[in-house]
């Protein structure tokens, strides 16, 4: 077989053949934040057998916090889907 070394060469990709641009990006890294703030507001001090924690039930851990991370994973989809500026 002969060597395809000095046929083949890899040649890099043109911005307009790559699938995702800067925009995608920085709108990615913007969901992925809104995802974890989400997942943040969540957090708490849990209830125990011995000790009743009342702020299980607060808004900001069964409305807010999930409802920023719902947002944040539509915007990751979003942001994927989007095209990339043309040049």
């Keep these: 077989m002969e060597s395809k070394k000095n046929t083949e060469r ?16 920085i709108a990615m890294a913007v969901a992925g934040a809104l995802i ?16 009743f924690n009342p702020d299980i039930f ?8 999930p409802a920023l991370a719902f947002i944040g994973f539509v915007a990751m989809a979003i942001a994927i ?3 990339p500026a043309k040049k």
């Design 58 to 65: 607060s808004a900001r851990r069964i409305v807010v916090g």
């Design 10 to 25: 890899i040649m890099p990709e043109s911005e307009a053949q790559k699938p995702l641009g800067r925009r995608n990006f």
């Design 36 to 51: 974890v703030l989400g997942f943040i507001l969540m957090l708490g001090a849990p209830s125990t057998e011995t000790e």
């Design 81 to 83: 889907i989007i095209k």
